[in-house]
């Protein structure tokens, strides 16, 4: 990064090009939660639904949650069992 030293536009272009290709890579990497509890607009930014969806599937019994000081909570475990039990596979055809 830019130090206490003269930095020539080469040098500098350089290394924004570096920065540039570092957050490039971020982006293209999955996200990975290791939160057990997550509050409601998290899991809404996961799964990219709306919160009125979410409050739907929370009253549905679809997805398990917990209320505590009158937050509520879900747990990753839960929403990734409830992602597992939904996968469709494609049937091969005769």
Known sequence: MLRNRKI????LLLELKEKMNQIEQSLHEPVVINR????????????????????????RGYL????????????????????SSHIIRKQPQS
């Open 8 to 11: 020539s536009e080469k040098e």
């Open 36 to 59: 057990e509890w997550m509050e409601p607009k998290e899991i809404c930014a996961v799964l990219h639904i709306a919160r009125r969806t979410l409050a739907e599937y929370s009253r």
């Open 64 to 83: 398990p949650y917990s209320r505590l000081g009158g937050r509520v909570y879900y747990r990753m475990a839960d929403v990734n069992d409830y992602l």
